[in-house]
């Protein structure tokens, strides 16, 4: 049976995906549903921040997300409305707070993510001090995630070229999201908890995307004690997820994972005498590395 989310990406919506004619391999005509991508220019109050690329969907929550991943949008700030124009795709986020970040705009560091992810100033700013809950995650959980994720109707079956992630809590996926950039997925849910104040300490980040330095530090900022993906790693993000106590798990193939960080975390309770999983299923990150 179908899981299903609270929110997810409407694989149907015909804004997202435009139908392209070409031709394969013996020449013949083909005709492939594409994954659009339109640019968004997020403004925090009166100052222009970024303009990223992106399928479209959820810019509200895309902005916030990107906002508070920054440190541009503090956990007590007060939004005081949040506008977004289609026709001109910009997204406004007011606050009750006054902002400038000119200083900090003009520090840019461009990340490994698809899509070109954007940090500002000091990549490891916030991350002084913190150490993330030691939250227990169980290998039987990640089993029943990955299954389930996998075979949710997405965009990424109907088209391609696109990184989802998910927001879990225990074996219960609660938030999908995709986009062009696995770093615009994971703003999607962040702004999603920050706009309705849904606690981190127990939950679970899956992804398809590779565990990067940008997306371990986007996770610890969210307050998220695990990470985990069909994906492979590198070695700055498994740094980062050392220091700050994430769980780090990769490379989830089947019955099969890595984890670098956390292991002390990690509860080995799944029965590996069951059937492995179908090929069919591997679908989603299992390329990516």
Not at 160 to 166: D, F, N
Request: aromatic share 6%.
């Amino acid at each position: 049976m179908t899981p299903e989310f609270p929110i997810l990406p409407n694989p149907t919506d015909p804004r997202l995906t435009r139908a392209i004619t070409g031709t394969d391999q013996t020449g013949a005509q083909v005709t492939l549903s594409v994954v659009e991508e339109r640019p968004l220019t997020i403004y925090l109050n009166s100052q222009e921040i970024v303009t990223a690329m992106t399928i479209g969907d959820y810019p509200e929550y895309l902005a916030l997300g990107f906002l508070r991943n920054q440190g541009m949008l503090r956990a007590d700030d007060v939004v005081t409305g949040i506008d977004y124009e289609d026709d001109i795709e910009t997204v406004v986020v007011r606050t009750q707070r006054k902002t400038s970040y000119e200083e900090k705009v003009k520090k840019k560091t461009r990340t490994s993510g698809c899509a070109v992810g954007t940090v500002f100033g000091d990549m490891m700013e916030g991350l002084d001090g913190l150490t993330l809950p030691q939250t227990p995650v169980r290998a039987s959980w990640l089993y029943a995630l990955a299954h389930q994720i996998n075979t949710v109707p997405s965009l990424y079956l109907e088209a391609g070229a696109i990184h989802g992630t998910t927001l879990c809590q225990g074996d219960t996926p609660l938030v999908y999201m995709e986009d062009v950039g696995r770093h615009n997925a994971v703003d999607k849910i962040s702004g999603f908890m920050f706009q309705h104040n849904i606690p981190a300490s127990d939950k679970i980040l899956y992804t398809t995307g590779r565990l990067t330095s940008e997306m371990v530090i986007k996770t610890a900022l969210m307050g998220i004690p695990t990470l985990a993906s069909r994906s492979g790693f590198t070695a700055w993000g498994v740094e980062i997820a050392r220091q700050v106590g994430l769980t780090l798990i990769g490379r989830m193939r089947g019955q099969r994972f890595v984890c670098l960080s956390g292991e002390d975390r990690l509860i080995r309770d799944a029965d590996l005498s069951q059937p492995d999983e179908d090929r069919k299923h591997r679908r989603k990150g299992a390329q990516d590395d």
